[in-house]
């Protein structure tokens, strides 16, 4: 196996396909379907970076697009880019890639100094300093200054590839390839209209291609997701792009769209583009997006080795990687138990699930207890202890009262995060429409369009699968009636959870 803490037999990863890439000079080695952050986790590494100003460690909070910490540089000469995630960096034979904002090396870090010297570095503080000697601001504050800011390098040499453009019309877009966009597109795909279904991963799926407790239709999810898609492939108008971004939505449903297409390979066509550009005028856009699992707030939570619990979910059964031997979970949300439960059954020993609430759902609770995993309820995480990794947490009891209590320290060497789930509003936003707040579920939900434009599954506030499913069928059954789609019957799914 490629690394201490991959687990044999789990995945999605091609472990027939070994590959090796270059991170700071070293040789790492993975598989076919790992991205620098999986490969570099699979051999216990989770420090991939510094932050900006003080220097701090930094390893990967999440899994995918929403990742702020493991930013990394890729490629050599032209074709260099800074400030890519490590956790979206597919990686294949030749790639090189690097840390950033570190000197002289990455364990090493001269600048992390700043973390000491915090006082004396306020918001702000080089608008209002460096006023004399006047001489000095030009020959040394702002040179040092200069050479501070900013995480990567930008490539001086000209870029020796080149970029496509292409224009196309539809009349369905479906962005995200979730399980409520793949319903959706297959729905409005059996009506007859066009469609273009995109999403910015390498496969179709989504949150399903982590999911090894549901069953949809007696299959299990990534079967389901592989029948799903194979259906769409025989369907002429149904256009699927994976690997493609939508990130502007214009007036009209003029939406652009950013496809990467060979920035994966390790001998790619000289011909080919190295990304490609799409400005899509669709007559109805459905919208997919998903929810964001929020973190938590607490002292350290940026040390490397906390992440994300759907992050750990992801690394565990889409790659086959451990975030680590032994775990501490602290929740507000019941998802994460069953992250624990699926760790536990890997062989991470979960030290704890500190569970904010003083009530959850009592069947996961009590799945939990069942597989041996110690439940505290009423509990908060006060501290995370640790250096270039996180070493122990420091949870406490908080009364109904709200008064804390006798913190009590925890060893780990990862802490996952629950803190529940945000819809993913940012294309709803771009085309103006409006939003409202969601008392019962506590965040804003997608109100009014302005543009043709449906919002369906968990990016409107649905998360229980067998909802996501059928809000995408119907969200993109309607959108293509509502193009002059030809009616078709649907067909219901049944979800085991």
Not at 291 to 317: K, Q, S
């Amino acid at each position: 196996m490629s690394g201490a803490f991959r687990v044999s037999g789990r995945g999605r990863v091609d472990t027939a396909r070994p590959v090796a890439f270059r991170f700071d000079g070293r040789i790492v080695r993975g598989y076919e379907g790992d991205t620098v952050a999986s490969a570099l986790l699979a051999h216990g590494q989770h420090l991939m970076g510094r932050s900006f100003k003080y220097h701090r460690p930094r390893g990967p909070i999440s899994a995918g697009s929403d990742e702020p910490n493991a930013l990394i540089g890729v490629g050599e000469g032209g074709r260099h880019t800074p400030n890519l995630r490590a956790t979206q960096v597919e990686i294949h034979a030749g790639l090189v890639t690097v840390s950033q904002n570190r000197g002289p090396r990455l364990t090493f870090d001269i600048g992390a100094v700043n973390t000491w010297l915090a006082p004396l570095f306020p918001a702000g503080f080089y608008y209002k300093t460096f006023m004399w000697p006047r001489g000095f601001w030009d020959r040394v504050y702002e040179p040092v200054i200069r050479r501070a800011a900013g995480l990567g390098t930008v490539a001086t040499a000209p870029d020796p590839d080149h970029y496509g453009l292409h224009y196309a019309h539809c009349e369905v877009l479906v962005i995200g390839a979730g399980p409520a966009g793949l319903t959706a597109a297959l729905a409005a795909g059996r009506t007859g209209v066009r469609v273009i279904l995109c999403d910015e991963t390498a496969e179709l799926g989504g949150t399903l291609l982590s999911d090894v407790h549901s069953r949809i239709d007696g299959l299990s999810a990534s079967v389901w997701v592989e029948k799903v898609a194979a259906e769409l492939r025989t369907l002429p108008n149904v256009r699927v792009m994976t690997r493609c971004t939508a990130f502007n939505y214009g007036p009209h449903n003029m939406v652009a769209l950013n496809q990467r297409l060979t920035e994966h390979l390790s001998d790619p066509d000289p011909a080919s583009p190295r990304e490609r550009i799409w400005q899509v005028r669709a007559a109805e856009v459905v919208v997919t997006a998903g929810a964001l699992e929020r973190p938590l707030v607490f002292e350290g939570n940026d040390r490397p080795g906390i992440l994300l619990a759907t992050a750990a979910r992801t690394y565990l059964n889409r790659y086959g990687v451990l975030p680590g031997k032994r775990a501490v979970v602290v929740t507000a949300d019941d998802s994460a138990y069953r992250v624990a439960i699926e760790l536990a059954e890997a062989g991470v020993e979960i030290a704890a699930i500190a569970d904010l609430r003083a009530n959850a759902d009592a069947s996961i609770v009590a799945e939990a207890k069942a597989s041996g995993i110690t439940v505290l309820p009423s509990t908060t995480i006060q501290k995370a202890n640790g250096g270039l990794r996180v070493r122990s947490v420091e949870l406490a009891p908080v009364a109904a009262d709200g008064r804390v209590g006798k913190a009590q320290r925890f060893a780990c060497d990862c802490v996952l995060m629950a803190g529940g789930f945000t819809p993913s509003l940012h294309m709803h936003s771009q085309a103006r429409g409006t939003m409202r707040f969601d008392e019962a579920l506590g965040v804003y939900v997608p109100d009014q369009s302005i543009e043709r434009l449906r919002s369906a599954g968990s990016c409107r506030g649905l998360f229980a699968l067998q909802d996501v499913l059928s809000d995408g069928a119907a969200a993109g059954l309607a959108a293509a009636m509502a193009a002059g789609g030809r009616e078709t019957a649907a067909t219901p799914l049944r979800v085991a959870e």
